[in-house]
C-alpha cells in the first residue's frame, strides 16, 4: 500500500489474502479494502480522531438522485440539524486530484447545497469554504476543526 499523507490509525482488518476488508465505522460492517477505501478510512478516522468531528454525523456511501441517474457521495458531515455541511470525495492514491474531481463534487454540492467540499487522494487533500450568496469559493489551507466549521 501507499504511504499515505494521513495519521495512521489502528485499523480492523479480515478476508483473505485475495479478498482483505476493512471494517468501517461509520456503515458499522467489513467492506473490500480497495485502495480508495484506504484513504476514506483514514481520512474518516482524521476527522473524528484529530479534527473533533462527531462519528454520528458523518455517514459514508450517501446514495444521490439526480433525474435518473444514481450518485453516490462518499462521504458527508451533517450538523447538528442533520442539514449537509460536507462533502467529501476520495480517489485511490495513484489518482490525481484535477479538475474533473471537483466537477463531480460540485455534481453533489448542487443536490446536497454544502459549505465546504473536500477532496482527497490520501497523499493531497483540498478543502474549499463556498459562498453561496456570491457563488463562490475559497481553499482553506488546511482541513478545519469541527468546532471552526
Do not use: W
Not at 78 to 100: C, S, V
Amino acid at each position: 500500500m501507499t504511504q499515505l499523507n494521513l495519521p495512521p490509525f489502528k485499523a480492523r482488518l479480515s478476508g483473505t489474502p485475495d479478498s482483505p476488508k476493512i471494517f468501517d465505522m461509520l456503515r458499522r460492517k467489513y467492506v473490500a479494502l480497495t485502495p480508495e477505501e484506504s484513504v476514506r478510512q483514514h481520512f474518516i478516522h482524521f476527522l473524528v480522531d484529530h479534527k473533533g468531528y462527531p462519528a454520528a454525523l458523518l455517514a459514508n456511501e450517501l446514495p444521490l438522485t439526480c433525474g435518473n441517474k444514481q450518485l453516490r457521495a462518499d462521504t458527508v458531515l451533517y450538523d447538528r440539524e442533520l442539514h449537509p455541511k460536507m462533502i467529501i470525495e476520495y480517489k485511490a492514491p495513484t489518482i490525481k486530484i484535477t479538475q474533473r474531481v471537483f466537477d463531480q463534487i460540485t455534481a453533489y454540492n448542487i443536490l446536497l447545497n454544502v459549505d465546504y467540499l473536500v477532496v482527497s487522494n490520501g497523499i493531497e487533500h483540498y478543502c474549499c469554504k463556498m459562498d453561496h450568496s456570491n457563488r463562490s469559493y475559497k481553499f482553506l489551507s488546511t482541513i478545519p476543526d469541527y468546532k471552526d466549521l
